[in-house]
């Protein structure tokens, strides 16, 4: 975000929000990269913290407000949805940047390119391109109706293998994107009501983004912003019975909401 003569214009303020539990070497990988690389200049850390109890964890919780990066205590049994919520209500900045504990930063403009999206007027939730530390895609936008109630399409896929309309490293209009890397103005999500708390683990971003494409916002994934992600390493799999059952919950709810709108994605064709 520059002017012609190379000065930084005003920034908006944004708050990173990243909640987590335990886990200590991926927070602690995520939190440095945003500090070491990030060249956008008005942003605050945000740590969730959801009852993390390994020593090694909460001597860093400790240790980081030395930092400058707050810890909230979240001590009450995982619901993302009100993790997501909680966060965003105790911050006061213009824009909300929602980022899960497993991701790295590897571009210092990560923040800035996602932020040029979601000043627009126009724009409701912007989404990163994210990774896996091989290299492949794990995300580049969600598709409603693909493999079941909604998915990634190109996953596992080499950028440069790539054989679409938009080029991967584009940015171009999806139905949804993850919050494992997003951002939004405080304003939208607060009229949107923040994340719905009934989709306590799985389905609840891209819930919102469609609830935020109802309201009349393009939702964005922002090809020109990559990231690094650690899927999923960060809580335990629902192939457990109980995750499973509580997935198959979900999943069942989301279509009764969204049933006619998961036949065909608007925006991905495969």
């Known amino acids: 975000m520059e002017n012609h003569h190379g000065l930084r214009s005003l920034e908006p303020s944004v708050s990173i929000i990243i909640p987590t539990r335990d886990k200590y070497e991926l927070l602690r990988a995520c939190i440095e990269s945003i500090q070491e690389k990030t060249t956008y200049t008005k942003y605050e850390i945000v740590v969730i913290d959801n009852a993390s109890s390994e020593s090694s964890t909460l001597e860093y919780l400790k240790l980081l407000p030395s930092t400058g990066v707050r810890v909230l205590a979240y001590p009450h049994k995982f619901n993302y949805s009100k ?11 213009d824009y909300l940047c929602f980022l899960n504990n497993d991701v790295a930063i590897i571009e210092p403009n990560w923040l800035g390119q996602l932020m040029d999206h979601a000043v627009q007027p126009t724009v409701g939730v912007v989404g990163s391109k994210l990774i896996y530390p091989d290299g492949s895609i794990q995300h580049l936008g969600v598709a409603l109706g693909y493999t079941g109630a909604a998915g990634h399409p190109f996953a596992g896929d080499m950028p440069d ?19 494992a890397s997003a951002v939004i103005s405080r304003t939208a999500f607060n009229e949107a009501l923040g994340l719905d708390r009934e989709f306590k683990v799985g389905l609840n971003d891209i819930d919102f983004a469609l609830r935020i494409r109802s ?22 799999s629902t192939s457990s019975f109980s995750g499973g059952i509580r997935a198959a919950i979900e999943v069942s709810r989301f279509v009764k909401l969204y049933g006619r709108q998961l036949r065909q994605d608007h925006f991905f064709s495969r």
């Open 83 to 93: 993790i997501t919520n909680f966060g965003a209500a105790n911050t006061n900045s």
């Open 161 to 179: 293998e790539l054989n679409f309309g938009q080029n991967s490293n584009s940015c171009f209009e999806v139905s949804a994107v993850t919050f």
């Open 215 to 236: 309201q009349g916002l393009r939702n964005v994934l922002c090809g020109k912003t990559c990231l690094i992600h650690h899927e999923s390493k960060s809580r335990k």
